[in-house]
């Protein structure tokens, strides 16, 4: 079992940086994909990026490509989501989410909310126009 805490929203004007960090109780961390989704009011969860426990490769949804970045430091057990040119839209509660993956899965990636087995409790981002 694994226990998730995120970290580092707020509020930032369109075009600025946040970077999200997820960290990460446990010392089995390195046998985890991780993944980054979102929520709006109003809205579904909504995937947004993947990581492989294996740090590579990783997977964006459209809506966020070429602005988001997602890393992983397994030494640290944190998984981190930069975040650029930031759009009143990006505006959700950011949640991390980590699936236990078995040796086959080490290079696999996950974007169904459904695939993963652990969440944290999300941290907000606001966008202001």
């Known amino acids: 079992q694994v226990q998730l805490v995120e970290s580092g929203g707020g509020l930032v004007q369109a075009g600025g940086s946040l970077r999200l960090s997820c960290a990460a109780a446990g010392r089995t961390f390195s046998s985890y994909a991780m993944g980054w989704f979102r929520q709006a009011p109003g809205k579904e969860r909504e995937f947004v990026a993947a990581?492989?426990?294996?740090?590579?490769?990783?997977a964006y949804a459209d809506s966020v490509k070429g602005r988001f970045t997602i890393s992983r430091d397994n030494a640290k057990n944190t998984v981190y989501l930069q975040m650029n040119s930031l759009k009143p839209e990006d505006t959700a509660i950011y949640y991390c989410a980590a699936r236990r993956i078995t040796f086959s899965g080490i290079l696999s990636y996950w974007t169904g909310r459904n695939e993963y087995d652990y969440w944290g409790q999300g941290t907000q981002v606001t966008v202001s126009s």
């Open positions: 990581i492989s426990a294996g740090g590579v490769p990783t």
